[in-house]
Every structure is written in structure tokens, then in C-alpha cells.
């Protein structure tokens, strides 16, 4: 019993031994720095491990040479202590709580001070502002200020289902790549300010050394200022629900003159998306695009086939409110219609109002009537945008 127990242990080991190997990516450092904060943040730990490091060797070794030294092989007689009080003592309680004092208030305590007090500085010399809000399950980036001031969009997984369910190879990026970019410049100080609209959230990137909660209600922030050009990529760092694992960070940090091309590129397209709310669409069109949005946005929690996970997410395919009147008949949007459901949210649905734009909006709605409810008419972004 005992043994195979034992041979249990050693098979478990090496089969984790074996599958670290197999990670070649893992290390056994920080991720190389890439913030002033992740450096000063790493040099905090190094030194403190140092320290930890002498304190262990010196205690150890003191341990040591007492045990082998006074063995009672050796004929060593123990000494005889009698009376509670008698100076050694003072002075052995006294030398190492001043010893400890000095290290821990001296030595750690100043670095650790600096350390705080800059990652909680994240105004002086803000170039930019941004606004990172989680929800279930992406997260959406909007820029304050500056030339980018307005540009808004959502960040969603970009890994595909099959990937997730093994019916293809995964990619390196597997779980850690998403369809847009926060882009943001190199060199320039970047204040980010965190809220989410559901539950805590937590954006973190290993490599800038920060993490801060997203909680509901409030306006927290962190800072970074990235000092090389790269890819960065993170995830959501507190359990926020089923789809926590999948709503990655991923941050590309490019040269300023390239910084200033994107806003341009992306102003034109929500140019072109706000022109494309006036016309009108066929319901192909509306379809097609409709089954796109669906499947970044709605897809984690009603399934890909519409019939979600009852009793947490109703099924959409035999819904009545899929199918349902939208308007009255003075045209108003009439109260838990398709539209207003989506528009506003209800509960753990989320309010789609100010993630997706009158297009996407027009689109899904029009996509689950027709794929989930059988029904045959438009809804035309024209329509949507009306309501605003
Ligand atoms: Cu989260």
C-alpha cells in the first residue's frame, strides 16, 4: 500500500518535471521589464531576496555549527539556566530585534517606500490619458485626451472555438490574442484610469510591473510608460467568471509617428461605421455582419448555436422576445423588446449601447431573428441609431 502510495509520488513528479520541460517558455525570473515601474519593482525583490538570502545562510549556519558542535557524542554537557532574568538574555532578545529593525525599516522599508510611492504617482507628467473598463468578458479601451481623444473600441479573444475545444492545433498565442490592439506610444507616460461594468476585473501585464483591480463604482488607477517597442500581452488577473481565462491584455507599444497614424487610421474608420448607420443595408449584408458580431460578443455566454446555457443564459433559438415586436405603433421602442434588451441589458446581459455602434447593433438583431428566431425582416442601423 505504502509503496505504491510512494511510487504514486515519484511518477506524479517526474511527470511534472517532465511537463515544465515541455514549457519551454517558462522561467524562473520576472518577465523582462518593460515600465520604470517593473524595473524598480524587480530590483525591490532582488534586493529583498539578497537580504532573506544572508538572514537564512546566518541563521542556518549558527544552526549548524551549534547542533554539530555541542553533540552529546562529543560529551558536551548543557549549561544551566536558573532565574528568569540575567543580562545574556536581555542581550539576545535586544541585538536581533535591532538587527531586524535596522533591515527591515532601513534597508527593505526604503526601497519599498520609493517603490509604492511612484507606482501610486500617476499624474506627474501624464502625457496621455486612457480608460480601460472589464467586463464580461473583454475589455473595452477609450482615449481621454490628445489627438486620440474620443476613439473608443472593445478588445475581444480573438482565439477561435475550435483551438479552445482541440479540434485544431492551438497557436502560440493560444488564449493570449485578441482583434484590436490597445496601441499606445513608447517613451510617453501613460495614465490609466480602471473601472468595469459587472464584477472586479483585473488588467495586468507582467512586463509593466502593474496590476490594479477594476472594481464596479469606481475609478482606479496605474501608470506606464513603455520603453521599448513590442507586443505585450496579459490577462485578466481576478476570477471574474466563466470566461476569466478568456479576456486577455494585449497592449502594442509603437513609435510616436506610428502612434499618430493609427489614431488617424482609426478615426477613419469610425467614420466610415458612423456612415455606414445612413444607409441602408439588404438583409444579407445585415446577416453576415450580424454573425460576426455575435460570435465576439454574444457567443460566450448564448453559445454559438443560439441555445445558450439555461437556466445562467436563456437560449435565444426559441426565445419570444427574440422573435418579438420591436416597436409600437407609434414607433417607439417598446419596453424588454429585442432591441431594448440588447441596447440596455438586463442583469448578467449586458447594456450593448455603448460597446457596439448602430451597424453592429442593427446587425445581431437582425441576425438572431432571422438564424435563431426564422423570421425574415431587417432591422436597419438607421433604426438604431434614431434611438440615440
Ligand atoms: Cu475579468
Not at 539578497?50 to 537564512?56: A, E, Q, T
Not at 519599498?112 to 480601460?132: F, G, L
Not at 499618430?260 to 458612423?274: D, I
Amino acid at each position: 500500500m505504502f509503496t505504491q502510495w510512494f511510487k504514486n509520488r515519484w511518477m506524479l513528479l517526474i511527470s511534472v518535471l517532465l511537463s515544465l520541460h515541455a514549457h519551454a517558455e517558462i522561467t524562473w525570473n520576472f518577465p523582462t521589464p518593460a515600465t520604470p515601474m517593473a524595473e524598480d519593482t524587480l530590483h525591490v525583490h532582488n534586493k529583498f531576496m539578497l537580504i532573506v538570502m544572508v538572514i537564512f545562510l546566518v541563521v542556518l549556519g549558527i544552526m549548524i555549527y551549534s547542533i554539530y558542535n555541542h553533540r552529546k557524542s562529543k560529551g558536551f554537557k548543557a549549561a544551566k539556566f536558573d532565574g528568569p532574568s540575567n543580562k545574556s538574555q536581555l542581550i539576545w532578545t535586544l541585538v536581533p530585534f535591532a538587527i531586524l529593525l535596522y533591515i527591515d525599516f532601513i534597508l527593505m522599508g526604503i526601497p519599498a517606500y520609493h517603490s509604492v510611492v511612484a507606482m501610486e504617482d500617476t499624474k506627474t507628467n501624464a502625457d496621455m490619458v486612457i480608460k480601460v473598463t472589464g467586463s464580461q468578458w473583454r475589455w473595452q479601451y477609450e482615449y481621454m485626451d490628445g489627438d486620440a481623444q474620443g476613439l473608443k473600441f472593445v478588445s475581444n479573444l480573438k482565439t477561435s472555438e475550435d483551438e479552445i475545444y482541440n479540434k485544431t492545433d492551438k497557436n502560440p498565442q493560444y488564449l493570449l490574442d485578441v482583434d484590436n490592439h490597445l496601441v499606445l506610444p513608447v517613451d510617453k507616460k501613460v495614465r490609466v484610469l480602471l473601472t468595469s461594468t459587472d464584477v472586479i476585473h483585473n488588467w495586468w501585464v507582467p512586463a509593466f510591473g502593474a496590476a490594479r483591480d477594476a472594481i464596479p463604482g469606481f475609478l482606479r488607477e496605474t501608470w506606464v510608460k513603455i520603453d521599448k517597442p513590442g507586443v505585450y500581452r496579459g490577462q485578466c488577473k481576478e476570477l471574474c467568471g466563466k470566461g476569466h481565462g478568456f479576456m486577455p491584455v494585449v497592449v502594442e507599444a509603437v513609435p510616436e509617428a506610428d502612434y499618430k497614424v493609427w489614431v488617424e487610421a482609426q478615426k477613419v474608420k469610425l467614420a466610415a461605421a458612423a456612415e455606414g448607420a445612413n444607409k441602408e443595408w439588404s438583409k444579407d449584408e445585415l446577416v453576415a455582419k450580424g454573425k460576426e458580431v455575435y460570435a465576439k460578443n454574444c457567443q460566450v455566454c448564448h453559445q454559438a448555436n443560439g441555445k445558450g446555457l439555461p437556466p445562467a443564459f436563456p437560449s435565444l433559438v426559441d426565445s419570444a422576445i427574440v422573435k418579438g415586436k420591436i416597436f409600437d405603433e407609434q414607433g417607439k421602442l417598446l419596453k424588454d423588446s429585442h432591441l431594448d434588451r440588447v441596447l440596455n441589458g438586463k442583469g448578467v446581459m449586458p447594456a450593448w449601447k455603448s460597446v457596439l455602434n448602430d451597424v453592429e447593433i442593427a446587425a445581431v438583431v437582425t441576425y438572431e431573428r432571422v438564424d435563431f428566431g426564422g423570421m425574415s425582416d431587417t432591422l436597419q442601423p438607421a433604426q438604431v441609431k434614431a434611438l440615440r
